[in-house]
Every structure is written in C-alpha cells, then in structure tokens.
C-alpha cells in the first residue's frame, strides 16, 4: 500500500465529536482527533469515549487518513485501552513530547495488543526530542516526524519570535533525520489561523526547507496548506521534461543532457522526481 499523502494535518478536540465529524470536510489530507492539548484535564474520560464514538459509527466515512493524538507517557496506554475497545476506523497514531525511539514502540506494541498495527507520528518538541530525533524517526513504527516549535520553546527558555530563529536549528535537524530514516517530515503550527498571508510565507519556507506538510489548528488553513504542498502546472512540466529525457538519455547510453538550455545532473533530477511524487499523491497527475 502507498504511503499516504500528508500535505495538511488538521487537529480537531476529542471532546467535540461535531468539530471531528466535520473536520474531514475541510479537505485536510490528515485529521488528527486529539486527546493531549485541545482537551481539558477535567475533559479526558468524556474526551476518550468521544472518540471512540465517532470512530466507530459506521456512517464515519472521512475520505483522508485519521489520526489519534493521544496524551504523553502512561496516560497513552488508557487513551488507547478507551479508544481501541471496539472495532474503530483508525489510520495512525501520534505520540506528543517524543525523546527516545522508545516512546514510539511503547505506544505502538500497546495498540497492538488491542488488535491495532498503526504507525506512529511523533512529535519532536523538546530539547532532548531535538537531540533524538534520528533514532525516533528511525524507529520501525514511525512513519513521519512532526516538529513542534510551540513546546520546544518552553522546554528551552526561548522566546518566540515572528522570524522563528530561535528553532530554526532544530527544524533543519528534524528535516534531515526524518529524511534520513525515509518518513516524512510535518512542520510546526503557525498559530495566528487568522493571518492567511503569513500562513503562505510559512509554508512555503517549510517547503523550502524539505518538510513534505504542516500542521493546522483551524480549517481555513488546510487549502493555503494544501496549495503551497502541490506543485504548479509550470513545475510539474518542467519535472516532466526532465524524467523524460533522463530515460531517453539513458537508453541513449548518455550521461549528460540538457533540458530548456540547462545541463541537468542528479540533483535536480530527484528535485525532478520529488516534484512528479509531490504531483501524483495530489493528483495533480496520474
């Protein structure tokens, strides 16, 4: 089965079945129904059996992948013990506050045993989540890594600015061990769900920086998401011409060629083949 296409990934409060029954409507490729921040400590026990509801109405019919953000540490085990009681229609599940690879099998082998093989998207959100990452994204349940700026910078004393340097090391970090261990990368959220313009310059400087989707707290974010993940028709030709005269050049036996005056060499062919990938999980082309 092709991994799935994560360009948005909307979170929506497990204690409000009518925002997680809705929240598919909104286009996002993933919907995570969360557990962890969006729900009260007073709300956990209503907020479990929320989700377990919804998750197993046979008229929940989503059309994107679903995703369970459950609480960090030992509260995992109940979230999962509660949600995975029934038969439920569940994609994947997503750690907070990972620091090692084994905060991921823990939560995988206890989904396990109620009958679920899911994988697992961690999030890397504190210091010692930064220094780990390599062996998080490496563990063999994981299936993205997901950078959380919002908590990083608690955990570190930072102060959160408009230009986000104060985590761009650790973005980067997060990038090149997701890729490293092959998962896919999901950038932070960009909290102001408001200003539609800074959204778009974010995404498209996480796209810049290698992330494969962001994170989304509201709905009007999922299309500026989406749209900054899909390549355009421009990019998309351009990947075109190239692949293809990489194959007429290798059945050639040639090892150079030019495409639209330009000499193309490995780099910018798996730019190429990244862009068609990009494309086709969009379906943007087939």
């Known amino acids: 089965m092709s991994a799935p296409t994560r360009r948005s ?18 286009d996002a490729d993933t919907v995570v ?26 008229e929940f019919d989503p059309g994107a992948e679903v995703c369970l ?26 750690v907070p506050k990972a620091a090692a690879a084994e905060d991921v099998t823990a939560v995988a082998e206890r989904a396990r045993e109620r009958g679920f093989d899911l994988p697992v ?30 908590d990083l910078a608690a955990d570190l004393g930072a102060t959160r600015t408009e230009e986000g340097l104060e ?5 980067e970090h997060v990038v090149v061990a997701a890729s490293a261990a092959g998962v896919d990368a999901l950038d932070t959220v960009y909290t102001d769900f408001e200003d539609e313009a800074g959204l778009a310059e974010e995404t498209e400087f996480a796209l810049t920086l290698g992330f494969d989707g962001k994170l989304a707290i509201h709905p009007a974010q999922v299309p500026v998401i989406n749209d900054a993940f899909t ?7 351009w990947a075109e011409r190239v692949l293809a005269a990489r194959d007429e050049a290798a059945a050639e036996g040639r090892g150079v060629f ?3 005056g330009q000499m193309i060499d490995a780099p910018l062919i798996a730019q190429a083949e990244r862009i068609v990938d990009r494309a086709r999980a969009a379906d943007e082309i087939r």
């Open 167 to 171: 985590v761009l090391h650790a973005r």
């Open 231 to 237: 390549p355009d028709a421009e990019r998309i030709e």
């Open 69 to 94: 953000r459950v609480n960090p540490g030992e509260f995992a085990a109940t979230d999962l013990d509660v949600v995975l009681g029934t038969d439920v229609r569940l994609d994947a599940l997503m």
């Open 33 to 58: 129904f969360d557990l962890e921040d969006a729900v009260a400590p007073g709300r956990k026990d209503a907020a479990r059996e929320a989700v377990r509801d919804v998750l197993s109405d046979p």
């Open 258 to 260: 030019e495409v639209d």
């Open 121 to 150: 998207l961690p999030i890397v959100e504190s210091a010692a989540g930064v220094l780990a990452a390599p062996a998080i994204a490496a563990a063999d349940d994981a299936d993205a890594l997901v950078f959380g700026a919002e």
């Open 9 to 26: 990934v909307l979170f929506s409060p497990g204690d409000r079945p009518e925002l997680m029954r809705k929240a598919p409507r909104s």
